[in-house]
């Protein structure tokens, strides 16, 4: 695999993982939602928080639809699974979210086992699935 | 709010981000490598094959869904918790839906795999 293939890999893990801290430090500004609040549930799409976890979703959105172009689904999860024990870090650096040891042992096996998956083939898909390519 | 009103809310994330991801992966194995599509044709044509095809589309659909799932389960719960609970078992439910739906080769290594993100989930619903 090429080291453009890696870079966008890496795209799709720290992306996937800036954009969701921005989205619950936002969603701490509106607070739980009920069924008093629902309505105003669109109103949080312009808390910045949100906004900017949004616009690192797209980043993560089209890095992730160029690594499907290429590889398998079950290969593209796993291969970005780095991005949890990110997720875990910014959570408890920047949300001070309180992480107990078990956490850490789940996101540590989460981590170990989807590597497994990252050192087999990244494309396993038969011929027959790809035939229709430009054919949309 | 109850810890199952958050688990609901992640099973709602998984099933409707599956879809999405099961759609949308099929969509680019259809439209080939983008980035050698981007060399030959530029930016603009990608974009353009990219929206014009209806199965991307409705997983874009899902993929929204799956979003307002995550932003309300979010109100709910830690994120520290949602986010890997929902991301593994969306990896298991992936596994299963790319083997039936995308005839993906989901080998011993990728079951094993399997076993061990279930094994972290189950950690972190403690």
Same mark, same amino acid.
């Given at each position: 695999?090429?080291?453009?293939?890696?870079?966008?890999?890496?795209?799709?893990?720290?992306?996937?993982?800036?954009?969701?801290?921005?989205?619950?430090?936002?969603?701490?500004?509106?607070?739980?939602?009920?069924?008093?609040?629902?309505?105003?549930?669109?109103?949080?799409?312009?808390? !910045?928080?949100?906004?900017?976890?949004?616009?690192?979703?797209?980043?993560?959105?089209?890095?992730?639809?160029?690594?499907?172009?290429?590889?398998?689904?079950?290969?593209?999860? !796993?291969?970005?699974?780095?991005?949890?024990?990110?997720?875990?870090?910014?959570?408890?650096?920047?949300?001070?979210?309180?992480?107990?040891?078990?956490?850490?042992?789940?996101?540590?096996?989460?981590?170990?086992?989807?590597?497994?998956?990252?050192?087999? !083939?990244?494309?396993?898909?038969? !011929?027959?699935?790809?035939?229709?390519?430009?054919?949309? | 709010?109850?810890?199952?009103?958050?688990?609901?809310?992640?099973?709602?994330?998984?099933?409707?981000?599956?879809?999405?991801?099961?759609?949308?992966?099929?969509?680019?194995?259809?439209?080939?490598?983008?980035?050698?599509?981007?060399?030959?044709?530029?930016?603009?044509?990608?974009?353009?094959?990219?929206?014009?095809?209806?199965?991307?589309?409705?997983?874009?659909?899902?993929?929204?869904?799956?979003?307002?799932?995550?932003?309300?389960?979010?109100?709910?719960?830690?994120?520290?918790?949602?986010?890997?609970?929902?991301?593994?078992?969306?990896?298991?439910?992936?596994?299963?839906?790319?083997?039936?739906?995308?005839?993906?080769?989901?080998?011993?290594?990728?079951?094993?795999?399997?076993?061990?993100?279930?094994?972290?989930?189950?950690?972190?619903?403690?």
């Amino acid at each position: 695999m090429s080291f453009r293939k890696y870079l966008v890999l890496a795209a799709v893990a720290i992306f996937g993982a800036c954009g969701d801290v921005c989205l619950a430090r936002g969603m701490r500004d509106f607070g739980a939602v009920t069924r008093n609040n629902w309505h105003q549930l669109l109103s949080v799409l312009l808390n !910045p928080w949100i906004g900017g976890g949004i616009c690192l979703l797209i980043g993560f959105f089209c890095s992730y639809m160029t690594a499907l172009s290429w590889a398998d689904l079950t290969y593209v999860l !796993p291969a970005t699974a780095i991005s949890y024990v990110l997720m875990a870090f910014l959570a408890r650096s920047f949300l001070h979210e309180n992480i107990p040891t078990s956490h850490w042992l789940g996101i540590g096996l989460i981590t170990v086992g989807v590597g497994l998956v990252a050192m087999g !083939p990244s494309l396993t898909a038969p !011929p027959e699935a790809k035939s229709a390519r430009n054919g949309a | 709010m109850t810890a199952a009103a958050g688990w609901l809310g992640v099973a709602s994330i998984v099933l409707s981000a599956t879809t999405g991801d099961v759609l949308q992966s099929g969509a680019m194995k259809q439209l080939g490598d983008l980035g050698e599509i981007r060399q030959t044709h530029g930016l603009l044509e990608v974009v353009r094959r990219v929206v014009s095809n209806r199965r991307f589309m409705l997983g874009l659909f899902f993929m929204a869904v799956a979003f307002f799932s995550l932003l309300v389960t979010l109100s709910w719960a830690d994120l520290s918790v949602v986010g890997p609970a929902s991301a593994s078992l969306t990896f298991i439910a992936n596994a299963i839906a790319a083997r039936i739906f995308l005839k993906e080769h989901v080998d011993y290594r990728r079951w094993v795999a399997a076993v061990f993100v279930a094994g972290g989930v189950a950690l972190l619903a403690r």
